[in-house]
């Protein structure tokens, strides 16, 4: 098997080399899909805190509302995950979810 075919990761589905787990039809198993979107709703949080620029318009925003609906949701979907992840892939979502809150209830403080 060379590097570029596809092989089975440890649960015994096909991978692409370097890709998520997919399912039998080729597309991203539900782990995979649920920690995109902790992802992409931290990355989401850290815009509305006025952290990051937004990559559209490049200028700094601050929308505490969906800076803390973009949180409550990770968090939600990172609750998901914890029993059925390792140890080390548990400590980053928790790592992940307290550095939003703590940053949140900084940024918050300064803009009042």
């Known amino acids: 098997m060379s590097a570029d075919e596809e092989r089975p990761d440890a649960s015994g589905q096909d991978t692409a080399p370097d890709s998520a787990p997919t399912t039998d039809a080729g ?20 815009q509305a805190m ?38 080390r892939e548990r400590r980053e979502l928790e790592t992940l979810v307290a550095n939003l809150r703590i940053n949140f209830v900084e940024q918050k403080s300064k803009a009042t």
């Open 27 to 46: 597309l991203p198993d539900a782990m995979s899909l649920i920690a995109t979107c902790i992802g992409l709703l931290a990355n989401r949080a850290w």
């Open 50 to 87: 006025g952290l990051v620029p937004n990559p559209a318009t490049k200028s700094i925003e601050r929308r505490f509302d969906e800076a803390q609906l973009a949180i409550d949701a990770a968090a939600a979907l990172a609750d998901l995950l914890r029993p059925r992840v390792g140890d």
